[in-house]
């Protein structure tokens, strides 16, 4: 579509938006419905089940761009130093794949990044304004794009008649104003091997996806992913239940694989994907998950020490992964943004502290030592 042709359907839409509130507020409506209905979505963003949904299961979509950064000749994304730009959420455990890969891989100086505010809105998720202070890294307005006060301007950008939901990490090429990827599991990959030439050998020589463990790791990935990178959201005792017994069976398989690895990592001496995708589930287990989705048959630091000490050693001893961990964001995200969950968003004040440094446990832990 020319530019022409964009301004005049942004127009339409706009038009469209203000008959339709002005009409819904004179009926006495809900204005915050506008919102899906002149972007083609159907519900709430912040409604994680369908309304109508009567299993109460929360079923992920499939990410909409699936390009791919490539170093084959005539690719349509090659590698280039500054090119490509990640814009993430600190809170999102699917984003927060993308960071700790980057910086495990020293991608600081070739692929910069920008991290949105930790609300979750009616329009989805927000950068920060000019006058908010936030903890971490880049928790600013959009550096490329001045106008931009929402992540769903990028995807209205690229597409003014997209419909899907706005969701982060998203990989955007600067040269093209155009959004590369938002797939976490393919942008790591890029992040593995792609931007090689430009890095020295200590980076070049960080292989998270290693030939020899590849089939075991996709296999890990296949039942972390359906099993315990999933869990939550539910809206029926039925599906909750269901859910949280098969999480708990799945953590007592890691459990069971960390007890008997040689360790410190998933597979063996070195950290690999499955370390990374693995993580940024139980990171936020504790600190959110066993009371947000009340997934409180047992915590990781009291129940399961092998995944405990697995964690505090990424945590503690890695920057990549402590550096890129920000349970502000975290814990307001999820109290504060899911009001199906969560209505009164009210956010807990425990556990302290968020991650146990390595010395130290529990009561209940140090009882079985």
Known sequence: ?????????????????????????????????????????????????????????????????????????????????????????????????????????????????????????????????????????????????????????????VNPDYTGRFTVPVLWDKKTSRIVNNESSEIIRMFYYEFDEFLPEEYKNVDLFPKELRKQIEETNDWTYSDVNNAGFATTQEAYERNVKQLFTSLDRVEAHLASSPGPYYFGSAITEADIRLYTTIARFDPCYVQHFKTNLRDIRSGYPAIHR??????????????????????????????????????PLGPVPDILPKDKEVAAAEAKL
């Open 310 to 347: 697995w964690l505090r050693k990424l945590y503690w001893d890695v920057p990549a992964f402590h550096d890129t961990t920000q349970f502000e964001h975290i814990k307001k995200h999820y109290t504060k943004s899911h009001t199906q969950i969560n209505p009164l968003g009210i956010t």
């Open 1 to 157: 579509m020319s530019s022409v042709g964009q301004r005049r359907l942004r127009y339409a839409l706009v038009a469209t938006a203000v008959a339709a509130a002005a009409a819904l507020l004179w009926q006495g409506g809900d204005l915050a419905h506008i919102v899906f209905s002149v972007t083609g979505n159907s519900g709430r963003i912040t409604d994680w089940v369908a309304l109508g949904d009567k299993s109460g299961e929360f079923k992920r979509g499939q990410s909409t761009f699936r390009d791919f950064i490539s170093k084959k000749p005539g690719a349509n994304f090659p590698p280039e130093r500054g090119r490509y730009h990640l814009y993430v959420s600190y809170a999102c455990p699917w984003a927060h794949r993308t960071l700790i890969a980057r910086k495990l891989k020293g991608l600081d100086d070739i692929v910069g990044f920008t991290v949105v505010h930790w609300h979750l809105g009616d329009k989805g998720w927000r950068f920060a304004t000019p006058d908010e202070n936030l903890p971490g890294e880049n928790v600013t307005p959009d550096p490329n794009h001045k106008d931009a006060t929402h992540l769903r301007d990028l995807y209205f950008k």
